[in-house]
């Protein structure tokens, strides 16, 4: 996968399935199980939900970062081994700030909605986050390699 590139790249999330799939145009190139909200699935802020509907990764943060790497207001702050103890939900490894293109999704941006690690890898699978969509470490880092921002996401039931 390293070195792909793709000339039409877009990401669908399935909230059914809890898995996220990437395209080049209408092929499927690659699939990872995801974690999205254990809230289920809404807009309003602060309430910890998945947004549904189209999106474009607006920015991107942590070319070049450790596996592992902790982030706080998209700027790395520490580092997160397996098996460190721990009641966070840390934000890792790479962030994909995604930005709602619709009435119902337009305040995506302002609640800091990403694609990004986690320090809960077994919960991948299922919904168990607060909002965002969750990756294991070594798939974000995949992802974030293949797409460019501006690519269009679509988050589904």
């Not at 607006?58 to 580092?79: L, M, N, W």
């Not at 077994?122 to 909002?131: E, K, L, N, V």
């Amino acid at each position: 996968m390293a070195g792909m590139s793709l000339t039409n790249p877009r990401l669908e999330v399935s909230i059914g399935t809890q898995r996220l799939r990437l395209f080049d145009g209408v092929h499927l190139v690659r699939e990872w199980p995801c974690s999205t909200s254990k809230f289920g699935i809404g807009s309003v802020e602060g309430s910890n939900k998945t947004p549904l509907g189209c999106f474009v990764v607006k920015e991107k943060h942590g070319d070049g970062a450790e596996c592992g790497t902790i982030f706080k207001s998209r700027q790395p702050v520490g580092q997160w081994v397996p098996g460190m103890d721990t009641k966070s939900d840390f934000v890792l490894t790479r962030i994909l700030w995604l930005h709602g293109l619709e009435a119902r999704n337009a305040n995506t941006f302002q609640r800091y909605i990403y694609i990004h690690g986690t320090n809960d890898e077994q919960s991948i699978g299922r919904p168990a986050s607060h909002g965002c969509v969750r990756l294991r470490n070594r798939d974000v880092i995949e992802l974030f390699d293949l797409v460019p921002e501006g690519t269009p996401v679509w988050i589904g039931e």
